[in-house]
């Protein structure tokens, strides 16, 4: 364990060079380097392996490095308290992160990707910017406490009112993914083999069609345990499309969800510490 | 609670001294806060008494960053004395019956490590914060009659919503305080 809080570490050598290497490279296991001045996670702390708890709460961080993803050991991320403004989506790389603490920051937006961390139980990100979440965030299946509050959540959400039509390499691309018409590699140039890949599923489940560029984007509001709404930002592949999540009366859609599993309800019913009050 | 004829001033040296000294004060039907006030403010550290149905004592851990919902006190006396670090306290207006609207911030100040902050329902509701990111807080509550279970309120609606309160120490936000 290494306690340095509350210092003037954070100009240029504040941590030796040498740290992430051995024998300290692998058996530290808690780094407090909170209070201090760092204006960016200093890339020798990178090398520790080992490490579990990490907090640079405090500082002057504005951004988190993707190379974050190095901390393969890490179960605590305390970085309250700071300049961040965005989430690096490799955050969501860390196996066995259990709590993430970002709150007191500038964030506008948390990646969908977050919803791969699967080990999380508690999230905190009261006193940014957000104003809608992801609604793969009901994909955290651990997650028992969030913290919300001191955000500009959306409570009524205008659904945009101009509809960019897919392009034709959009919808070539959506036919071939959904009739899975088979290809290769060499088959198609490597640019559009790469476009291929970044399809994303239509959440609505009378769909099952996949989008790339053109979506529509839609908040739905979430009852957590008849509490609390959050919004939830959907991506959908055509106006036509509805989301499987409960909504409330804002949410314009024809469509009646009574059919489709309340997927919004079951992870309310999980998270019992949403927290926006 | 109202204001007894005269007040003492008390200092409580050890634990059970202050809670010997608490079974006298709320043996009577009439208690002083500024009494009770003075006396937890003279005294440091540690463990739970129930205080024969009168009243109850804890302790409260507060993580870096943690705070609690904006919460009522069910019609008790709520008596707050920082242990240890330092807590935010942001008073708020009670909502309109029908509330509909971001809630109204009355006032906020810090409370320093051995102050003592008192609050009932008259006063108003209010959110309790650790807003340190590197130091931890504890804190001590007295709360007459005691209570389980309280509202908490959302900030941008005033909804209100009664919630239990648990006696254990949590990550993340409490209700009770």
Known sequence: ?277 | MEQPVQTETWKARSLEELIRILHRIFAEDKVSVEEVQALMESYTRNLVDNGNGKFNLMILCWGEGHGSSIHDHTDSHCFMKILQGNLKETLFEWPEKKGNGEMIKKSERVLRENHCAYINDSIGLHRVENISHTESAVSLHLYSPPFDSCNTFDQRTGHKHKVKMTFYSQFGERTLC
């Open chain 1, 1 to 277: 364990t290494l306690l340095a809080k509350n210092n003037r570490l954070g100009g240029p050598g504040s941590l030796p060079k040498g740290l992430g290497q051995a024998p300290l490279g692998r058996s530290l296991r808690v780094l407090n380097l909170s209070g201090n001045r760092f204006a960016e996670v200093p890339p020798a702390l990178l090398g520790l392996r080992g490490l579990q708890s990490l907090s640079l709460g405090g500082n002057r961080l504005h951004s988190i490095p993707p190379d974050i993803q190095e901390l393969r050991s890490l179960e605590f991320l305390y970085l309250g308290g700071n300049f961040i403004t965005s989430i690096p989506p490799e955050l969501a790389n860390l196996p066995s992160l259990s709590y993430l603490v970002l709150c007191d920051n500038k964030i506008q937006s948390i990646p969908p990707q977050l919803a791969q961390l699967h080990s999380l139980r508690s999230l905190s990100l009261h006193n940014n910017l957000l104003t809608y979440l992801p609604r793969e965030i009901l994909n955290l299946v651990h997650l028992e406490e969030l913290s919300l509050r001191g955000n500009p959540l959306v409570v009524r959400f205008v659904r945009d009112l101009t509809y960019n039509p897919p392009s034709l390499q959009e919808l070539a691309g959506r036919t071939i993914k959904a009739r899975s018409v088979p290809y290769a590699p060499s088959d198609l140039p490597e640019n559009l083999v790469r476009y291929l890949s970044l399809a994303s599923n239509c959440p609505n489940p009378k769909c099952g069609g996949v989008y790339f560029d053109s979506c529509v984007r839609q908040i739905k509001f979430v009852d957590f345990c008849g509490k609390y709404r959050l919004p939830l930002m959907h991506y959908l592949c055509s106006p036509e499309c509805s989301s499987p999540c409960s909504s409330a009366s804002q949410s314009s859609t024809s469509q009646s969800e009574s059919d489709s599993e309340d997927e919004a309800s079951v992870a309310a019913r999980r998270m019992q510490k949403v927290l926006l009050g």
